[in-house]
């Protein structure tokens, strides 16, 4: 089913996922002809091919269960905490239940941002122009958000839904943030890539790994298949507006994204202390895992190597912004493509 899912979506979203980003220049012909043909194909993807949260998804499947022994729920060494010597030397019934628990905390956080993206897409929404085809493919990014949210919910109801998610810095800052939509559109791109980049990039490699329970593919897959448009449209709008940003706004894009990245990288990744305190993982050993470690560096630098190839494109990486994205740990080579896999960034 998973499979069957990703192939239905790959002739959408193969153009946006697996292409070279070129290289963008003042003086490119047609700039708003070719961002709108990119508009309309996206838009035009998102009519045919579209997932619905409670029609697509087999929640009540037999093989859907979800049996407290379920040993799918182990987290594999991909993961930097299934790899820990203390997560490998718990019983397996721990394993089990930790694994549960740190999956879903993920997958709630991931709602709990896609509800940020609402907030402030819907402010950007009102500052659209009548006639402008943003307008008509970021509402149909909002409205496949909202089956998101509903998908990643009911996934928490039922596999664990003790999770607290996000961070509690996190939670009392969406409201602000939201507004970021409206007043500083760029940086809220930004953000959205900041929460979309982290998200995409673990579920991929889960997927290339093998999978974890068929209820949690089927979603990432799903998951997968539309954020690539969500992706796409992010960088195909600060292609399109970043150039004709006034020097002050670039330099501020360029040192602020970097903080965009860290901070919301690592409410996704990094369990909050909540869930930290419910799965019993002691602090030695959250900063083992997600510390300045050479793994936990190396692993952030990963993250946002297609941000970074699309920053350097824009002429925002420069020695006045790149102290920024070195002292927050997620500067690196960047990526010769979109979705470049890490191995072969390496």
Excluded at 28 to 38: A, G, I, L, N, S
Excluded at 80 to 87: D, R
Excluded at 139 to 161: A, D, G, K, Y
Excluded at 331 to 346: I, L, M, Y
């Amino acid at each position: 089913m998973v499979v069957q899912t990703l192939r239905s979506i790959g002739g959408y979203v193969g153009a946006v996922a697996g292409t070279p980003v070129r290289m963008i220049t003042p003086t490119r012909p047609e700039p708003r002809r070719e961002y709108d043909e990119t508009l309309r194909t996206l838009s035009e993807a998102s009519v045919e091919m579209y997932f619905n949260a409670f029609k697509d998804v087999a929640w009540d499947a037999p093989e859907m269960a979800l049996p407290e022994d379920d040993e799918r729920w182990i987290l594999p060494t991909l993961d930097p905490l299934g790899a820990h010597p203390w997560y490998q030397s718990l019983p397996k019934a721990r394993q089990i239940e930790v694994g549960r628990h740190r999956l879903t905390a993920m997958v709630k956080t991931g709602s709990q941002f896609e509800q940020l993206l609402l907030l402030g897409g819907t402010q950007f929404l009102m500052g659209v122009d009548n006639g402008d085809p943003e307008f008509r493919y970021f509402m149909h990014e909002l409205t496949e958000e909202t089956h998101h949210i509903q998908m990643f919910q009911e996934f928490t109801n039922r596999v664990c839904p003790d999770v607290a998610g996000a961070p509690g810095w996190l939670m009392r800052t969406i409201p602000l943030v939201g507004h970021l939509g409206g007043l500083y559109p760029a940086l809220f791109f930004a953000i959205i890539l900041a929460g979309e980049e982290p998200i995409d990039h673990v579920q991929k490699e889960a997927m290339r790994a093998g999978g974890t329970h068929p209820l949690l593919d089927q979603i990432m897959a799903i998951h997968i298949a539309e954020e690539a448009r969500h992706i796409g449209f992010a960088h195909a709008w600060l292609e399109e507006h970043a150039p004709s940003l006034n020097p002050v706004s670039r330099l501020a894009l360029g040192i602020l994204t970097p903080l965009a990245m860290r901070l919301g990288s690592d409410a996704i990744i990094i369990p909050s202390r909540a869930d930290r305190e419910l799965m019993g993982l002691p602090d030695s050993v959250v900063r083992e895992v997600w510390g300045t470690g050479a793994e936990a560096a190396a692993f952030r630098r990963h993250l946002f190597a297609d941000v970074r190839m699309l920053f350097d494109n824009l002429g925002l990486r420069t020695p006045l912004t790149r102290w920024s994205w070195k002292v927050l740990g997620v500067d690196g080579r960047p990526a010769r493509f979109r979705a470049e896999p890490p191995t072969a960034a390496a």
